[in-house]
T-cell receptor
Framework: ETGVTQSPTHLIKTRGQQVTLRCSSQ?????VSWYQQALGQGPQFIFQ???????GRGNFPPRFSGLQFPNYSSELNVNALELDDSALYLC??????????????FGSGTRLTVV | AQSVAQPEDQVNVAEGNPLTVKCTYS??????LFWYVQYPNRGLQFLLK????DNLVKGSYGFEAEFNKSQTSFHLKKPSALVSDSALYYC????????????WGAGTKLIIKP
């Protein structure tokens, strides 16, 4: 089985620009979560998608948005980038059936630097 | 609100000695608990999880964790540390109130000295 893959691995953007990060779920998984991990900190939940709809959101502004596609892959979009958006962005996929989550598989992350 | 605490920023252990990385949690309802490891500039790798059953959970790379409901703890342990175990370790609990998002501890840096 394939794991979770994220692209790109590294990215440098200018303040005010927009960015799209991509995530391919592990085969058989139907749920995708995105996390932001600032340097020296634990991951912070951004949002989660299940069956192409957002079904959970953390304390992030609307300029953080996402999509999940029919093949369960996902995108994270960030508009009007700020310097504080510089972080490692992690995608995690999982299988949720009958209301039970069977565990999370993380990708290696995208390191975003905003200058 | 549900939360996870890792009281130690850093743990230093000599190679070959047993190691413990501490984690306590606060949840409403039954906890689903996880340990992940992160190497420099890498994503999070799953070590083990507790959902139900035996309080002693065995995971990857020789790690195990003990669930203690009365003390609301889920400490990570290994009988004999390796230098290659040096990494960041994160404890997490699933937040049932927010559709399964994971609530994370701040992480503990484990340093194994030869």
């Amino acid at each position: 089985e394939t794991g979770v893959t994220q692209s790109p691995t590294h990215l440098i953007k200018t303040r005010g620009q927009q960015v799209t990060l991509r995530c391919s779920s592990q085969s058989g998984h139907n749920t995708v979560s995105w996390y932001q991990q600032a340097l020296g900190q634990g991951p912070q939940f951004i949002f989660q998608y299940y069956r192409e709809e957002e079904n959970g959101r953390g304390n992030f502004p609307p300029r953080f948005s996402g999509l999940q596609f029919p093949n369960y892959s996902s995108e994270l979009n960030v508009n009007a980038l700020e310097l504080d958006d510089s972080a490692l962005y992690l995608c995690a996929s999982s299988l949720v059936t009958g209301g039970v989550n069977y565990g999370y598989t993380f990708g290696s992350g995208t390191r975003l630097t905003v200058v | 609100a549900q939360s996870v605490a890792q009281p130690e920023d850093q743990v230093n252990v000599a190679e070959g000695n047993p190691l413990t990385v501490k984690c306590t949690y606060s949840v409403s309802g039954n906890p689903y608990l996880f340990w992940y490891v992160q190497y420099p500039n890498r994503g999070l790798q799953f070590l083990l999880k507790y959902i139900t059953g035996d309080n002693l959970v065995k995971g990857s790379y020789g790690f195990e964790a003990e669930f203690n409901k009365s003390q609301t703890s889920f400490h990570l342990k290994k009988p004999s540390a390796l230098v290659s175990d040096s990494a960041l370790y994160y404890c997490a609990v699933r937040d049932l109130e927010s559709n399964y998002q994971l609530i994370w501890g701040a992480g503990t840096k484990l340093i194994i000295k030869p």
